[in-house]
């Protein structure tokens, strides 16, 4: 469970997003023949040299950060098919069916999915406690839902990308603690949305987002749910509205 991991503003915390900055996200896009060893070496020397050791051996020995030839095997795989250059899924641009939102089939943590049907867009996003990058978007997301024309609504399975399930009180012990989640949140128990929309979307990867027009169930964007990324395609929406 995400208590495990260190808030991102902790010393541990700003280790684990040191590695991300300098190690893990520099070299995503240099898989396969364009992986470079030698860069690579290079920059595990510099990123270990910033570091207490003593910490660092504690996140490993915690498997937070695993052993850099693991990384490195991991990194020049290259990443799944729907990450690649040139990608679209299945369901952009269509229209799908949402009266599964209404059929409670999901565990009710915070916040209410009433009005949607009302609204100009839906923001529909998935996510679980132990997926970091899902921590850096709970702000914008909770900024997102206080705009009149926008439902944001969130889907949580800890075992989403396997069939374990979720502890649904640390999950809430989980969210009163990060305090800055400001939208609904109910448990995918049944994997309901996961099957309705994640699975038949093939992006599988969290923090994952559609962006939806409930008027005609239309996808108009799936992606990352950071500012960055989805930020310009949600305005995008809105105006065309």
């Excluded at 280790?15 to 991300?20: K, N, P, S, Y």
């Excluded at 990308?161 to 969210?175: G, M, P, R, Y």
């Excluded at 800055?180 to 969290?206: E, T």
Aim: net charge negative; hydrophobic share 40%.
């Amino acid at each position: 469970m995400a208590g495990a991991l260190p808030k991102l503003d902790s010393p541990d915390g700003a280790i684990l997003e040191d590695f991300r900055l300098s190690l893990w996200k520099p070299f995503q896009d240099n898989y396969e023949d364009m992986w470079d060893q030698a860069k690579w070496d290079m920059a595990v020397e510099d990123f270990e040299a910033r570091q207490n050791p003593f910490a660092l051996q504690d996140l490993r020995e915690r498997k937070l950060i695993p052993p850099w030839d693991a990384v490195a095997s991991q990194i020049r795989k290259g990443p799944p098919s729907f990450l690649r250059p040139g990608w679209t899924s299945p369901l952009l641009g269509k229209s799908v069916d949402l009266e599964w939102i209404d059929r409670g089939a999901f565990l009710h943590v915070q916040g209410s999915q009433d009005g949607w049907r009302t609204k100009k867009v839906l923001v529909i996003e998935f996510w679980a406690s132990w997926c970091r990058p899902c921590h850096r978007v709970f702000g914008h997301l909770s900024e997102i839902a206080t705009n009149p024309d926008v439902k944001v609504l969130t889907y949580n399975h800890e075992g989403i990308f396997n069939q374990s399930e979720t502890d649904v009180e640390a999950l809430k012990t989980f969210i009163q603690e990060q305090g800055n989640l400001h939208y609904p949140v109910f448990v995918d128990v049944n994997r309901v949305a996961i099957d309705a929309i994640f699975r038949p979307g093939q992006n599988l990867s969290i923090p994952l987002v559609f962006i939806i027009t409930p008027k005609d169930g239309v996808v108009h964007w799936i992606g990352n749910a950071d500012a960055e990324d989805m930020g310009e395609p949600l305005e995008r929406v809105l105006l065309s509205l």
